[in-house]
């Protein structure tokens, strides 16, 4: 229903840097946490980060700690995640969520195709 709207995906070298959006009504910004997943070619969704809705706390899967930093911009309803030093298996169609407590059972972007070459 478009609640959700990625941007921000491309291709980029081994080694560079991507910001990717998402866009939110107001109202799922203000209630939900909200999360990064990402789906690589023949593979399973997997967890990239996620931040909580009170508090901001932050949570990322192993293989981007460090790399990756998922942030909140209130004034926009807008949740960002910098991507740094992006490597080959970053490549992925990247997807935000938005959240009570069960991703599977959240509002779900289109997604956004990112692509690193070697």
């Known amino acids: 229903q478009g609640q959700l709207v990625e941007s921000g995906g491309g291709l980029v070298q081994a080694g560079g840097s991507l910001r990717l959006s998402c866009a939110a009504s107001?109202?799922?910004?203000?209630?939900?946490?909200m999360g990064w997943f990402r789906q690589a070619q023949g593979k399973e969704r997997e967890f990239v980060a996620a931040l909580t809705r009170i508090g901001g706390n932050t949570n990322y899967a192993d293989s981007v700690k460090g790399r990756f930093t998922i942030s909140r911009d209130n004034a926009k309803n807008t949740v960002y995640l910098q991507m740094n030093n992006l490597k080959p298996e970053d490549t992925a169609v990247y997807y935000c969520v938005a959240y009570y407590s069960d991703p599977n059972s959240g509002y779900w972007g289109q997604g956004t195709q990112v692509t690193v070459s070697s």
């Open positions: 107001g109202r799922i910004f203000s209630s939900y946490a």
